[in-house]
């Protein structure tokens, strides 16, 4: 469960419900202040219409729009307060550093500076760094410095 999602989920469900029943009431009071008391008034339409705005809709259209909006807040809701309680808590993601190379100063007391060299030079000439002959000569000249 994580309780961050089941609350906005909760949120959302919870103020959707009231709101259904408040937004008749809470829009008629806009809509008369708006058309001055009477939403076919020929000063709305005529203030409207300049400033080039569309018609006013009927007062129950926009009252049954809005009642559907808030209708689908409470099933959005509670699609979110459903996956909130189905979702698994996960913890935080860690990284871990592996490294196959052993650290400079972590080398064993018996490892010979020289083996390191000579395993890379194998890589270069496995790279095509460098030719056998190449390798070869390298290789004598560390075997000779042991």
Do not use: W
Not at 54 to 67: D, G, N, Y
Not at 106 to 129: F, T, V
């Amino acid at each position: 469960m994580k309780p961050k999602i089941v609350i906005i989920g909760a949120a959302f469900a919870l103020l959707a419900i009231p709101a259904y029943s408040v937004v008749p009431h809470f829009i008629t009071r806009v809509m008369n202040k708006l058309t001055f008391g009477n939403e076919q008034s020929p000063m709305a339409s005529q203030i409207f219409s300049q400033l080039g705005m569309p018609p006013i809709p009927p007062l129950q259209e926009i009252i049954a729009f809005v009642q559907y909006c808030c209708i689908g807040l409470v099933v959005a809701g509670a699609g979110i307060l459903i996956f909130g309680l189905a979702s698994k808590k996960t913890s935080k993601p860690f990284s871990v550093k592996v490294s196959l190379e052993p650290e400079p100063d972590m080398r064993l007391p018996d490892e010979d500076p020289n083996i390191k060299a000579i395993h890379l030079l194998q890589e270069r000439l496995a790279k095509g760094e460098i030719t056998s002959s190449q390798y070869k000569n390298i290789r004598k000249m560390l075997e000779e410095k042991r």
